[in-house]
């Protein structure tokens, strides 16, 4: 996209200084080509960020290569990770990303639109500009803060209260079968939704103040409540951009690695309760990339690397698409 | 603007087209003894008493004493800025929703004070319903944008959905256009059936009071034409508040009409009598187009 643009505009700005050279001879060609060699260099570094995606990509390829063609499409699910045995698959470490993302969404999504509804449907000005502050500030916070918050309050907090309870009101379901140790999925899930939260609220906080005032008003003047009026009219109209903040935070929460690996456990196994620990995909390339011994080890590892390149690309290209088409069409339908 | 309005032609050619309403022009000189209707006339629907309101410092309606007598058109006209839609929020306590807006004095509706904190402005909104000069359908389907209204009032048993829906639609002559598209985006109507659709949105609640601050002024002579006839429909069961910037609108449409300036009620009477003989300066300088 900024290609794009870049290489549009830079050929409609040769024709104007060819037309313009042409008028006569009093050449201003020292600004010209001034401006001209801005352009290029600007170019440059636009096309740049191409050449490094596509350069990582490649990368990428090239360093899972080996992996690629030894496991085929059975790498993503085999469920055994025996580095001494030379077999790998990553079908565990896939769970437990996609296990924690999820929890983090399910806690996330209904508390950041939650937040977002808040600040702009109801809060005072004064108040709703110094929450939405510090729920920005909370996307600023180094990850390595939030494993440590999770290790040493997050953890025994499940251990010893939300799991208890949770076994003691849900224990009917897989989910929530055995007892806890702290360190776990659950905890991996819950501390990620605090990471993730910022991203949804604030977008959905924007998404929601670009809701016309007429809507707003129309509702109301049919006499139904505040609360009629953001279910009925409010959150339709924004849905795509919420959408969008949904996606964009499922991507940040796919790639999270330094706060997950401190809190999920570091254990390969696919199991339901949420109780047990577990482990992700950018977990055991953080924990294992250093000493990974012999190329095909290498090799799993970067195609581990690449799965979640490719995934969290896609996520967030989605996400971008969504808010996109919610800031430039009417209402983001269809 | 309308280029009819440029003409500025002597006020009493607004009445040549807007035919007479034989009892409504009928001669009640008690009327220029004051805003109040004559007495022994019908009781009025709706009454503001000294309705001041304010936006911050900004004073934008100066103690309004007006009646909207029922099952009328009363028309509200006066130059950009002079406080008709802020007169217009308040009879449903819209003015709530604005930041910043004091409303004091009272409104009443059927007798009853609907300004106290008591009073639960939904429940008068329900009563007293309100288009916009900006028709803004719901992002949802034409459908939906009634059946949304019609689940938000849901206080009359449990008639059909879609059976309402098709009649608020009928009522704002709007069914047979779009029948066939009940699907499709509220948006994708022109903009006279996007008000019209806004109409119906509004009846499907089945209000007492229609509210209608400049419906019209979006909008091409025919959809105009289609929506005045709709008035005209109306106010056979409804009484009606209508703000338009166009005389002939209101010498058309309307048994009343008041003349508001600088947030002050100047003047209100039979609209035969207001274009005809107005009592102050002001509204004949205003009707005849030469107002500064
Ligand atoms: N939300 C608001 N905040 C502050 N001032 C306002 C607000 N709404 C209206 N006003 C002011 O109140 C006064 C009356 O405005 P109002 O909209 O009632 O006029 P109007 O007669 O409806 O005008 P028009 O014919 O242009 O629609 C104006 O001076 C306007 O600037
Ligand atoms: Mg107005």
Known sequence: ??????????????????????????????????????????????????????????????????????????????????????????????????????????????????????????????????????????????????????????????????????????????????ESHGVGMLTAGLVLSIMVLPFIAAVSRDVLAAVPQPLREGSLALGATKWETIWGVVL??????????????LGRALGETMAVTMVIGNTPQIVLSLFEPGYTMSSVIANEYSEASGPLYLSSLTELGLLLFIATFAVNGTARALIWRMAHGPGGRA | MHPMEQSSPRASTYLAEGAAHGEAASKTSADHAGNALSPGGPSPKMRARNLTVRYGPIVAVTDVSLDVPARQVLALIGPSGCGKST??????????????????????????????????????????????????????????????????????????????????????????????????????????????????RALAVEPEVLLMDEPTSALDPIATAKIEELVSELRKGLTIVIVTHSMQQAARISHRTGFFNMGSLIEVGDTTTMFTRPREHQTEDYISGRFG
């Open chain 1, 1 to 178: 996209m900024v290609a794009d643009s870049g290489m549009v505009s830079v050929s409609a700005h040769g024709e104007r200084s060819r037309s313009f050279r042409r008028r006569g001879p009093r050449a201003l060609q020292g600004w010209t080509s001034g401006d001209a060699l801005f352009r290029k260099v600007c170019t440059a570094f636009g096309l740049a960020i191409v050449a490094l995606l596509a350069l990582l990509l490649y990368e990428l390829a090239r360093g899972s290569s080996l992996s690629l063609s030894r496991f085929g499409f059975g790498f993503a699910f085999e469920k055994v990770w025996d580095p001494v045995a030379e077999k790998f698959g990553a079908a565990t470490f896939i769970y437990g990303t996609m296990v924690t993302s999820v929890i983090a969404l399910l806690v996330a999504v209904p508390l950041g639109v939650g937040i977002a509804i808040f600040l702009v449907e109801m809060a005072p000005p004064a108040v709703g500009n110094i929450i939405g502050f510090l729920v920005e500030l909370l996307a600023a916070i180094p990850s390595i803060v939030y494993g440590l918050w999770g290790l040493f309050v997050l953890a025994p907090l499940v251990r010893d209260h939300v799991a208890p309870f949770l076994h003691a009101t849900l224990g009917f379901l897989p989910f929530f079968s055995g």
């Open chain 2, 87 to 200: 007169f217009l929020r308040s009879l449903n306590r819209m003015n709530d929703t604005v930041p910043g807006a004091v409303v004091s004095g009272d409104v009443e509706l059927d007798g009853q004070s609907i300004c106290g904190t008591e009073i639960d402005p939904v429940l008068v909104r329900k009563r007293v319903g309100m288009v916009f000069q900006r028709a803004s359908p719901f992002p949802t389907s034409i459908f939906e944008n009634v059946a949304y209204t019609v689940r938000v009032a849901a206080h009359r048993g449990q008639r059909d959905v879609a059976d309402r829906v098709e009649h608020a639609l009928r009522q704002a002559e709007l069914w047979n256009e779009v029948k066939d598209r009940l699907k499709e985006s509220g948006t994708s109507l022109s903009g006279g059936q996007q008000q019209r659709l806004c109409i119906a």
């Open chain 1, 236 to 249: 339709p109209y924004g849905r795509t951009g919420i959408g969008g903040s949904v996606i964009l935070a």
